[in-house]
């Protein structure tokens, strides 16, 4: 129960952004007994994965700051976002130090399948709100947007990790403000077309 949802909060933090669930599964998993991996995801806490995990993570910070760049990377995240929460997913949920499940353990494509879903959906309100909003803002939202979702990858991957349970309180809030997002989207959206025929 608890790794499966450790698995659903760190897909949802993964489809905001990818390399943060990753690096810390792997920094977590690595220098502390908090998360033991099972030997077939034993190169998420190799060196090599952890390096590049971080050079990841500081070039989709960087890029997603900067407005149309930030969709540019949403359109490789379409690829990237749910992959990497399909393997965190599978990673954690068949960990030995969380419920040590034996049907996880050998079924890992089942977390890999919605740990992806999971992600895909998330990255998918991400990324057809960001152009709006930066069109709404004249780039300016951006920065602001990108924080806050960067922020939000951190506090739901730390949640999914060390209390486990709270991650349903988390993905009612993210739910929930995507909903609104998307209806603001659409809400300005249906504005500038009136503006528009009215032009």
């Known amino acids: 129960m608890f790794a499966a949802l ?18 810390l ?12 991996l099972p030997s077939s995801f034993d190169w998420i806490e190799s060196p090599w994965a952890i390096g590049g995990a971080t050079l990841l993570l500081v070039a989709e910070v960087v890029l997603d700051k900067i407005p149309a760049v930030d969709s540019l990377n949403d359109i490789v995240g379409t690829a990237v976002r749910p992959t990497i929460g399909g393997v965190v997913a599978a990673a954690t949920a068949s960990a030995g ?7 996880m353990a050998d079924n890992p494509w089942i977390s890999a399948i919605g740990g992806g879903l999971i992600a895909a959906v998330v990255h998918a309100g991400k990324a057809s709100a ?12 951006a920065p602001f947007v990108s924080t ?3 922020i939000g990858s951190v506090g739901l991957s730390l949640v999914a990790i060390f209390i486990p349970v709270l991650v349903i309180v988390g993905l ?3 739910a929930y403000l995507m909903w609104r997002m998307i209806r603001r989207v659409r809400r300005f959206a249906r504005k500038r077309r009136d503006s528009e025929a009215l032009a």
């Open 25 to 36: 599964v792997a920094l977590i998993a690595r220098f502390t007994d908090v998360i033991t």
């Open 6 to 23: 450790t698995g659903a909060g760190l897909s949802a933090a993964a489809g905001l952004n990818a390399y943060v669930p990753f690096l």
């Open 97 to 103: 130090t969380l419920d040590n499940s034996g049907f």
């Open 172 to 174: 009612a809030l993210l």
């Open 130 to 141: 960001r152009p709006v909003i930066n069109t709404a803002s004249l780039g300016m939202g």
């Open 148 to 150: 806050a979702e960067d």
